[in-house]
């Protein structure tokens, strides 16, 4: 009985040991594991995508303030012909918004189409300064998927080459390296993508509020410019 007792405790000693030594792998081993010729572009990719993100976020939110009174000082300095003052605080409002009625005040005199073109050209141009970095935020969405799978194709044809040259002696520790990158360079470059995707239509739907308020301002401004004296 005592013999049976001793055996059950040195088995469940073992038991303990065998568990205390499993080897738990974190997030920074399994990058390891996918390989430097993905994995390091895939980093830089992200690197670049919050970056574009966090700046274009920035500089889109400052883009988005509105001066509640701004249109209505515009049009008391218009009625009162000042015009030298309504440009004054345009410049120092200091939006797309307000740059765009700047151009539109500087072309007062001229032929309402004249004038209306003119708003319109400066807010294309603020728009396209608005959406810098964009095209290289949608081709990292896209792009990074297809690097994640190209590290499994290039990490299958390891695993392969490494069974062929096993021959008969074919383990799965042999075979570990290639898997690991097939398959963790898969989900690097779905999670990069994924992110850079939901950045970009992030962006995108501030970007469309903003141009939205363009327009509105430009609208009012253009009924100011048509009220009857």
């Known amino acids: 009985m005592v013999q049976v007792t001793d055996t059950l405790a040195t088995t469940a000693e073992t038991i303990t040991e065998t ?45 988005s303030k509105e001066d509640k009174d701004f249109m209505n000082r515009i049009k008391d300095y218009i009625t009162d012909g000042k015009v030298e003052d309504a440009s004054h605080l345009c410049q120092s409002v200091n939006t797309p918004y307000a740059r765009m009625i700047e151009k539109g005040i500087s072309r007062l005199g001229k032929p309402m189409n004249d004038v209306l073109v003119a708003i319109e050209n400066v807010g294309n141009i ?18 990074a998927p297809m690097l994640g799978f190209l590290g499994t194709v290039l990490g299958m044809v390891q695993a392969f080459f490494d069974m062929a040259n096993a021959g008969n002696n074919v383990d799965i520790t042999v075979l570990s390296n290639g898997i690991y990158t097939a ?3 898969t989900v690097a ?6 992110v850079a995707y939901f950045a970009y239509n992030y962006l995108v739907a501030k970007l469309d509020n903003v141009v939205q308020s363009m327009e509105r301002k430009t609208m009012e401004f253009m009924d100011l410019l048509n009220e009857p004296v």
């Open 19 to 63: 568990a205390a030594e499993t080897v738990e792998m974190n997030y920074l081993d399994l990058a390891m594991k996918g390989g430097p010729v993905i994995m390091i572009p895939l980093l830089i990719l992200s690197i670049i995508a919050v970056y574009i993100f966090i700046e274009r976020l920035v500089v889109i939110h400052k883009a």
């Open 126 to 143: 603020e728009t396209n300064k608005l959406e810098k970095g964009f095209t290289m935020l949608a081709t990292i969405s896209g792009g």
């Open 189 to 194: 470059g779905l999670i990069v993508g994924i």
């Open 183 to 185: 398959m963790i360079t």
